[in-house]
């Protein structure tokens, strides 16, 4: 093909005088026209795209539009006397796909209404279409390991006592085959980005455009990066984490482990690893913070005479004095009978609070004692209630 002749500013349509923008728009145009998948079987159209691509490749670069306009063709060598090698942008143009996209539609129209963002979108596709803009990734510099949140079901008595326990932590951890610097002893690595190709299928709207990797910048490789973790450093693993409970944590109780968490990319410092508690129920002792709360039902006979009664305290039995004339619901402490609070290096208090049963009236024996005990107490026990009506 005689490039030398190609009429470059004719073929898009565009004045020698065209600003880099006119050239962009009239070149958008066209390519959108004539691009072979929206003229499937025209080897015509193909031309045309063609042509259009190279003409947009020699005039929206400065340099070559410049060599261009004075001596009428571009060659990568230079001007020379015979006709220079062809030049051509050599794309890949498998993944650009127009087939949902209607021709002369909104979209079409580039500088319309949709010039910010679906426009906007194309053009900086394009540009790394071409290979502006596609720089190879910068090396990035080493990051501290994240922090991991874990949940920890543990019961009543695992809380109370404390505990050790495992718990299956994923975590990213330093890569055993570079020692967590991400750098491999010699020879390139397969970008993982692109799996090695060099480049990636990008979606804009219902386009696929596949544009040069921007990790690797095409070269379909990362050189010195540790073929194991990919030059990252880190590689997810499952660990199997001691965790030491203390005694007295509670529902929300957060533990820190530290250094557990995610490794540092490329050999920085990890992130601790953060353990949230939630605690069981027990049947009958409630958590108030470091309090134990228990509700204890005694007999009439014991509320009525006073007793030294038993009960349940998370040490085992527990001798508690009820005074004469107690009544149900009143609240009796019994002094640091709780929960060991490790951090406070102090227990809570046991509250106990009382309820007073009925007597079983099972003979008539009974019966007349509770009538005898009516006789002797005649008092309205809801005289009070009467007097404040
Ligand atoms: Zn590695
Ligand atoms: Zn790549």
Same mark, same amino acid.
């Given at each position: 093909?005689?490039?030398?002749?190609?009429?470059?500013?004719?073929?898009?349509?565009?004045?020698?005088?065209?600003?880099?923008?006119?050239?962009?728009?009239?070149?958008?145009?066209?390519?959108?026209?004539?691009?072979?998948?929206?003229?499937?079987?025209?080897?015509?159209?193909?031309?045309?795209?063609?042509?259009?691509?190279?003409?947009?490749?020699?005039?929206?670069?400065?340099?070559?539009?410049?060599?261009?306009?004075?001596?009428?063709?571009?060659?990568?060598?230079?001007?020379?006397?015979?006709?220079?090698?062809?030049?051509?942008?050599?794309?890949?143009?498998?993944?650009?796909?127009?087939?949902?996209?209607? $021709? @002369?539609? !909104?979209? +079409? %129209?580039?500088?319309?209404?949709? &010039?910010? *963002?679906? #426009? =906007?979108?194309?053009?900086? /596709?394009?540009?790394?279409?071409?290979?502006?803009?596609?720089?190879?990734?910068?090396?990035?510099?080493?990051?501290?390991?994240?922090?991991?949140?874990?949940?920890?079901?543990?019961?009543?008595?695992?809380?109370?006592?404390?505990?050790?326990?495992?718990?299956?932590?994923?975590?990213?951890?330093?890569?055993?085959?570079?020692?967590?610097?991400?750098?491999?002893?010699?020879?390139?690595?397969?970008?993982?980005?692109?799996?090695?190709?060099?480049?990636?299928?990008?979606?804009?709207?219902?386009?696929?455009?596949?544009?040069?990797?921007?990790?690797?910048?095409?070269?379909?490789?990362?050189?010195?990066?540790?073929?194991?973790?990919?030059?990252?450093?880190?590689?997810?693993?499952?660990?199997?984490?001691?965790?030491?409970?203390? $005694? @007295?944590? !509670?529902? +929300? %109780?957060?533990?820190?482990?530290? &250094?557990? *968490?995610? #490794? =540092?990319?490329?050999?920085? /410092?990890?992130?601790?690893?953060?353990?949230?508690?939630?605690?069981?129920?027990?049947?009958?002792?409630?958590?108030?913070?470091?309090?134990?709360?228990?509700?204890?039902?005694?007999?009439?006979?014991?509320?009525?005479?006073?007793?030294?009664?038993?009960?349940?305290?998370?040490?085992?039995?527990?001798?508690?004095?009820?005074?004469?004339?107690?009544?149900?619901?009143?609240?009796?402490?019994?002094?640091?009978?709780?929960?060991?609070?490790?951090?406070?290096?102090?227990?809570?208090?046991?509250?106990?609070?009382?309820?007073?049963?009925?007597?079983?009236?099972?003979?008539?024996?009974?019966?007349?004692?509770?009538?005898?005990?009516?006789?002797?107490?005649?008092?309205?026990?809801?005289?009070?209630?009467?007097?404040?009506?």
């Amino acid at each position: 093909m005689a490039t030398s002749t190609q009429d470059y500013y004719g073929i898009l349509g565009v004045s020698r005088s065209a600003s880099p923008d006119e050239i962009r728009k009239a070149y958008r145009k066209l390519a959108r026209k004539h691009h072979p998948d929206l003229n499937p079987g025209d080897k015509a159209a193909e031309e045309r795209f063609k042509r259009v691509q190279e003409a947009y490749d020699i005039l929206s670069e400065p340099k070559k539009r410049q060599m261009y306009d004075q001596v009428g063709y571009y060659s990568e060598h230079g001007p020379q006397p015979g006709p220079g090698p062809q030049p051509g942008p050599g794309m890949d143009f498998g993944g650009f796909d127009f087939s949902d996209y209607a $021709p @002369g539609g !909104q979209a +079409g %129209t580039g500088a319309g209404p949709g &010039a910010g *963002g679906f #426009s =906007g979108q194309f053009r900086d /596709l394009f540009g790394q279409f071409f290979g502006r803009g596609a720089h190879p990734e910068e090396r990035p510099a080493p990051q501290p390991g994240t922090d991991l949140e874990y949940g920890l079901n543990i019961d009543f008595w695992q809380a109370i006592r404390g505990t050790q326990v495992t718990v299956g932590v994923i975590r990213q951890e330093a890569c055993a085959t570079c020692g967590g610097t991400g750098s491999a002893a010699g020879g390139a690595a397969t970008c993982p980005q692109c799996q090695g190709k060099g480049n990636v299928t990008q979606m804009a709207g219902a386009m696929r455009f596949n544009i040069a990797c921007p990790r690797c910048g095409g070269s379909g490789k990362l050189p010195n990066a540790c073929p194991a973790c990919h030059g990252d450093g880190r590689l997810a693993a499952n660990e199997d984490v001691e965790i030491r409970i203390p $005694p @007295g944590v !509670q529902t +929300g %109780t957060r533990l820190r482990v530290a &250094a557990k *968490g995610n #490794s =540092g990319t490329m050999g920085a /410092l990890p992130g601790d690893l953060y353990i949230t508690v939630r605690v069981g129920p027990h049947p009958f002792f409630r958590r108030e913070g470091d309090d134990i709360e228990i509700h204890v039902p005694v007999t009439v006979t014991e509320a009525g005479l006073g007793a030294k009664i038993e009960v349940p305290t998370i040490d085992g039995r527990a001798l508690l004095k009820v005074p004469p004339g107690t009544a149900s619901g009143q609240k009796f402490r019994m002094r640091e009978k709780g929960v060991l609070n490790s951090r406070k290096n102090k227990r809570g208090d046991q509250i106990v609070e009382v309820a007073v049963q009925p007597p079983k009236v099972r003979d008539e024996r009974t019966k007349e004692i509770l009538r005898e005990l009516a006789e002797l107490n005649p008092e309205d026990p809801r005289q009070a209630l009467w007097s404040q009506v």
